[in-house]
């Protein structure tokens, strides 16, 4: 009995370490996890200290009563690199108000080698009456950017999500 527990514990080891390279081509031909892959396959892990290029962030609100603003205007960055900058977004009414972020980037060509790996974007921002947030925005330049590309414009526009307020204004939004 304890040989044949031996045995199969040890084909379940094997099963699950011959699943990592037949996961990882799945994700590869699914284009699942690729971030950092080039086309090629080859993983990216260097920074390309030869290079410098400016990020600069702008912000904009589509009729959303909220303030909204990057805390750097612009970071210089080497292609490669990991980068973390934040936001804040204030809510100007007394009542809960949600929004969605939807970014932007100049160049156009610039968009293909954002990598984002935490972005508010991703998600709906619901924020109470008179809140302040800070936003954490995590990426990587790919290094395959254009060379002739020094500045990169990301930029978010902020919407109001439908619907989101009504009960809030009618909820009677709080005392204030």
């Not at 081509?25 to 993983?43: M, P």
């Amino acid at each position: 009995m304890l040989v044949r527990l031996a045995v199969g514990a040890v084909a379940m080891f094997g099963f699950g370490f011959a699943l990592v390279p037949f996961y990882e081509k799945i994700c590869e031909v699914a284009g699942i996890n690729d971030l950092g892959r080039r086309d090629d396959g080859v993983v990216n892990t260097q920074v390309d200290t030869t290079r410098t290029v400016t990020i600069e962030f702008d912000t904009n609100l589509h009729d959303l009563a909220w303030q909204f603003r990057p805390l750097q205007r612009s970071v210089r960055v080497h292609p490669g690199e990991l980068v973390q900058v934040a936001f804040e977004v204030v809510n100007t009414r007394d009542y809960a108000v949600a929004g969605q972020a939807i970014p932007s980037y100049g160049p156009r060509i610039a968009g293909a080698h954002v990598r984002k790996l935490d972005c508010f974007c991703f998600a709906r921002q619901t924020l109470a009456g008179y809140e302040r947030r800070v936003m954490p925005v995590v990426f990587v330049l790919d290094a395959d950017l254009p060379t002739d590309v020094s500045t990169v414009t990301l930029s978010y526009t902020f919407f109001e999500v439908a619907g989101t307020q009504a009960a809030g204004k009618d909820g009677g939004g709080g005392a204030g």
